[in-house]
């Protein structure tokens, strides 16, 4: 068992997290995820609703009996969804773990805290975490330039990321972006985290709830299959490559703007990837860990792997490089 300064403050068996995942984090995979040991985030704007939030939450409840989250976004928008009112359905839930992410939370921060739910908040910088931090946040999730989504636009991979976060950083803190097995979870532990955040690898599972065709084309893909769009208007955003990702980037190298573009990554678009199965119909976010993903295990199956095979990393592949470590190993 490995517990960490994040299992102990959360609640959580294992230093595991199911992040956020637009279309993705829904009630089946989520109470999977949990059940596992590991902690589960339901993504509150996939609900169309807060009421369907409500619903959602519930039905998450009657497959788990174990901790999980929920996911709550903060973007900019022409027309925002009633953050406000996602946030009380979440409070009235009684759901006692929220991920935020996106721009500064300090009023759902505040809300959250006095209704007794922990905050961990998603960034992608140093000062962004730190800021966090202040605004009394219960944890800390530093996303790596090689995530899925949102890597910011400073472009600092994990290697750097996670232990510049840790050296500052007081608060509990897990690492996202390029984790997909026992070793990046030891790796994170070594480099200062005290747990990882899966997205594109707990996206391909049994219990995820999008397309089998989808799933299969990411145990094919490799780690150069992803695409940085809206580089140009600093709003980057890693997705999976395919025809309308490249479609993006040649308009955007002939200086296109979002109006210009809007049509072909529109969300509806591609929620209907995970629905139908073409992987073409429109974007949809997967990380460059999509080199070290080969089957669709269950959520169980993963996680109890990760585990397992991360002690015996500890236990016995780094115990025997110490000193006379690989000497007694071989007699």
């Known amino acids: ?89 979440i409070i009235e839930a009684g759901v006692k773990v929220v991920e935020t992410a996106g721009n500064k939370p300090q009023e759902h921060v505040d809300e959250f805290k006095k209704a007794g739910v922990k905050v961990l908040h998603k960034c992608t910088s140093v000062r962004h975490a730190l800021s966090a931090e202040r605004m009394g946040v219960d944890g800390i999730s530093i996303d790596g330039f090689e995530c899925a989504g949102h890597p910011g636009e400073d472009d600092t991979p994990g ?65 150069r299959s992803t695409d940085l769009i809206f580089r140009t208007m600093r709003n980057t955003s890693r997705v999976a490559r395919n025809a309308v990702s490249q479609q993006v980037i040649a308009l955007e190298k002939q200086g296109a703007t979002f109006e210009q573009v809007k049509e072909l990554v529109a969300g509806a678009r591609g929620k209907m990837v995970y629905v139908n199965g073409d992987t073409d119909e429109g974007v949809w976010s997967a990380g460059q860990v999509q080199g070290l993903i080969h089957d669709i295990p269950s959520c169980a199956e993963l996680v109890s792997r990760i585990v397992r095979d991360a002690e015996a990393i500890i236990r016995a592949r780094l115990e025997s490089m110490l000193s006379g470590g690989a000497r007694q190993a071989a007699e």
């Open 159 to 223: 290697l750097i990321l996670i232990p510049a976060a840790a050296d500052k950083i007081k608060v509990p803190m897990i690492a996202s972006g390029g984790f997909a097995d026992a070793r990046g979870l030891v790796a994170a532990l070594a480099l200062g985290a005290d747990g990882i955040n899966m997205g594109t690898r707990f996206m391909c599972t049994k219990e995820s709830p999008i397309h089998q065709a989808v799933k299969e084309k990411i145990v094919s893909n490799d780690e």
């Open 1 to 89: 068992m490995i517990k960490t300064r994040f299992t102990e403050a959360f609640g959580v068996e294992h230093p595991i997290v199911q992040g956020g995942m637009q279309w993705v984090g829904r009630a089946e995979l989520v109470a999977a995820v949990a059940n596992a040991g590991a902690l589960g985030m339901i993504t509150a704007l996939t609900q169309p609703t807060p009421e369907d939030l409500t619903k959602e939450i519930a039905r998450c409840r009657d497959l788990t009996d174990k901790p999980f989250g929920v996911n709550l976004t903060i973007l900019p928008a022409i027309k925002p969804p009633p953050y406000a009112e996602y946030r009380q359905a």
